[in-house]
């Protein structure tokens, strides 16, 4: 199965802790974006890569968080000093250029998530 | 601001009929729209796409309408069949990432 894969599934801590997720994307897609959803709503959009270059933040990734991609390929998630309020489903998605001509028509493709508790 | 707005939490349809999920959008900049299917404890599933440049497309059951002066986009589901049951969300691509609506759960009863 080539689809985008997240590790772990889900994942139990105490507040204060630090926690880091993995997120590796459909083998052959340049970009890999990470959102996080929470009970009723839809994802939100935190950070974007294009290759290894993280292009853009959302306001939401205070600076507990931190997100990498060092080889292009998979990416991590950090949170530092976690809070009540990060618990969420951390959900991280890829894609790569369409193939309609159209340079910003591009689908994501979303791994299965991770489930973050913070008690 | 809520920029993609699905104004229906719920929707029940019998087996067999057309199920029509609606989604309205502020943003005149959006240029690609999309729609997924959840699963509890998945991720969304890619269903559907159009881009702003066409009002129609259509895949098997599944068509997808978009009409840009209204900012409205329609998924119809048809027949609607029990394992489409799930959660749908449009979402509207801007500046390479994408802006979800808060979700419909269609229910599909025999």
């Known amino acids: 199965d080539t689809g985008v894969s997240q590790d772990p599934r889900h994942k139990i801590t105490k507040r204060g802790q630090n926690v880091t997720f993995r997120c590796d994307p459909i083998s052959e897609h340049n970009r890999l974006y990470w959102y996080r959803q929470t009970l009723g709503q839809g994802p939100e959009f935190l950070t974007y890569f294009q290759n290894e270059a993280q292009l853009e933040k959302s306001r939401l990734l205070s600076d507990r968080f931190s997100a990498e991609r060092p080889k292009g390929s998979f990416s991590t998630l950090e949170i530092q000093r976690t809070e009540q309020g990060d618990s969420a489903m951390y959900l991280c998605a890829s894609s790569s250029p369409g193939t309609s001509g159209r340079f910003d028509s591009y689908e994501q493709y979303f791994g299965p998530g991770t489930r973050l508790t913070v008690t | 601001d809520q920029q993609v707005k699905q104004n229906s939490p719920s929707l029940s349809v019998q087996e067999g009929r057309i199920s029509i999920l609606n989604c309205d959008y502020t943003?005149?900049?959006?240029?690609?729209f999309l729609w997924y299917k959840k699963y509890p404890a998945e991720g969304p599933t890619f269903l559907i796409s159009?881009?702003?440049?066409?009002d129609k497309n259509e895949d098997g059951r599944f068509t997808v309408f978009l009409n840009k002066s209204a900012k409205h986009l329609s998924l119809h589901i048809v027949p609607s069949q029990p394992g489409d049951s799930a959660v749908y969300f449009c979402?509207?691509?801007?500046?390479?990432?994408?802006?979800f609506g808060q979700g419909t759960r269609l229910t599909i009863n025999p």
């Open positions: 943003n005149s900049m959006f240029d690609y």
């Open positions: 159009i881009s702003s440049i066409k």
């Open positions: 979402a509207a691509q801007g500046a390479q990432k994408l802006v």
